[in-house]
């Protein structure tokens, strides 16, 4: 990923389709301005919890307990471009036909959130 006068380029791969047994290669897959996804990212994250969770499989079921939730607020917009640059946040792009929905997901590694979410507050549930 690398960014270029305000817009996310995804360059580390292509995408084809394959119509009427004729594969077409797709070059430009997703094009975002940064300060659309900037707004973005204090319209959905403005404050956002997030929850680990440990699972264990007994007897062909599975459960889960929460282990800990992890309370964000107020991100801060120029750090997203500073982490897509360093490969921090990612996008995965879903592959689904007429999903009615997004297709695509930013992620961000975990040890990376504090720079975007400098406001947080952890709670652990795993009890002492």
Same mark, same amino acid.
């Given at each position: 990923m690398r960014t270029q006068l305000g817009l996310l380029e995804a360059d580390e791969f292509s995408l084809a389709t394959l119509e009427d047994g004729t594969f077409?290669? &797709?070059?430009? $897959?997703? $094009?975002?301005? =940064? &300060?659309?996804l900037h707004e973005r990212l204090l319209t959905k *994250?403005?404050? @956002?919890?997030? &929850? %680990?969770?440990? @699972?264990? *499989?007994?007897?062909?079921?599975e459960f889960f307990r929460v282990s800990e939730i992890l309370h964000t607020k107020n991100p801060i917009p120029s750090?997203? %471009?500073v982490l897509l640059d360093q490969g921090q946040i990612t996008v %995965?792009? =879903? =592959?689904?036909? %007429?999903s009615g929905g997004d297709t695509y997901s930013f992620k961000i590694k975990g040890k990376a959130r504090p720079l975007l979410f400098p406001q947080s507050e952890t709670y652990n549930l795993r009890g002492t």
């Open positions: 077409r290669k &797709i070059n430009d $897959v997703a $094009v975002w301005k =940064l &300060i659309k *994250h403005r404050e @956002t919890f997030w &929850i %680990d969770a440990e @699972t264990k *499989h007994e007897s062909g079921r750090q997203f %471009d %995965d792009f =879903l =592959l689904c036909r %007429d």
